[in-house]
């Protein structure tokens, strides 16, 4: 007596799906919630062309938004240019920072104040001698522009410019005791008879800012202008400190 045939198993069937065990999810199917976004900083290695992850990226997005605010202004970007700038989508930009005010809190907190830091530092250490604190202050700014060029063009337009997105933040936060300090200091050079008694102590602090950050703000004009591209940051250094020293001593 023949045996039966046996029933084929799916398996063996050509276009017959076999059934997933229960409880594990069909292959190809996500498990877990469908749909999840993947977080920037969990990102696949990148590509060429694909933005860096986790806080190099955020970094990265920093510096194309001082390229943006520099070139256009703080009020007149938009976040949309500062994701073209970076090479990344707008999500990206509100995903590190959300809105163009934590951005710029952002830029004041980890670029702006620490490019200033060392300035500050210096000039609390340098003394009472007039001639002392101007080399401090012009050395110190020279320092602060070579390690963040950005800084005079920035300074320029939304500190010195009316309607500056960071001028008051120049009053409650950036450099508030500086410039005081500083006068106060030269008014008390002035009265020991160190100091030319024909000089304002509150412009010659004007005058500092003058002969330093104005002339990296406009380096590239004056360059091109005498073709000077010869003096560099320590040419700038000398001439401020030679032309002050010769109006800082008594008439």
């Not at 934590?102 to 830029?107: E, G, K, M, N, T």
């Not at 490019?115 to 001639?131: I, S």
């Not at 202008?225 to 010869?230: N, S």
Request: proline share 10%.
């Amino acid at each position: 007596m023949r045996k039966p045939a046996s029933r084929a198993s799916t398996k063996d069937v050509p276009g017959t799906a076999r059934k997933p065990p229960a409880g594990k999810p069909p292959a190809g199917k996500p498990s877990g919630r469908a749909g999840a976004k993947r977080q920037p900083d969990r990102a696949d290695p990148r590509s060429p062309g694909r933005p860096a992850a986790g806080s190099e990226l955020r970094a990265e997005l920093l510096d194309a938004a001082i390229a943006c605010f520099t070139r256009s202004g703080i009020a007149a970007t938009p976040l949309r240019a500062v994701a073209t700038t970076a090479g990344v989508t707008p999500a990206l930009v509100h995903y590190y920072f959300g809105d163009k005010a934590s951005l710029v809190q952002a830029l004041v907190e980890e670029r702006l104040l620490p490019a200033l830091a060392p300035l500050r530092q210096r000039m609390a250490g340098a003394g009472e001698d007039p001639a002392a604190l101007i080399a401090t202050f012009v050395r110190g700014v020279a320092e602060a522009v070579a390690a963040s060029p950005w800084l005079p063009a920035l300074w320029v337009r939304e500190v010195l410019c009316e309607g500056g997105g960071l001028r008051e933040i120049l009053f409650d936060r950036l450099v508030p005791e500086l410039p005081q300090m500083m006068a106060a200091r030269f008014a008390a050079a002035q009265a020991t008879g160190r100091l030319n008694p024909d000089l304002d102590p509150r412009l010659l602090v004007v005058s500092l800012i003058g002969l330093t950050l104005f002339p990296a703000a406009g380096a590239p004009i004056w360059r091109r202008l005498f073709e000077a591209g010869d003096l560099d940051g320590e040419a700038l250094v000398s001439h401020a400190i030679a032309l002050l020293d010769r109006g800082v001593g008594v008439g």
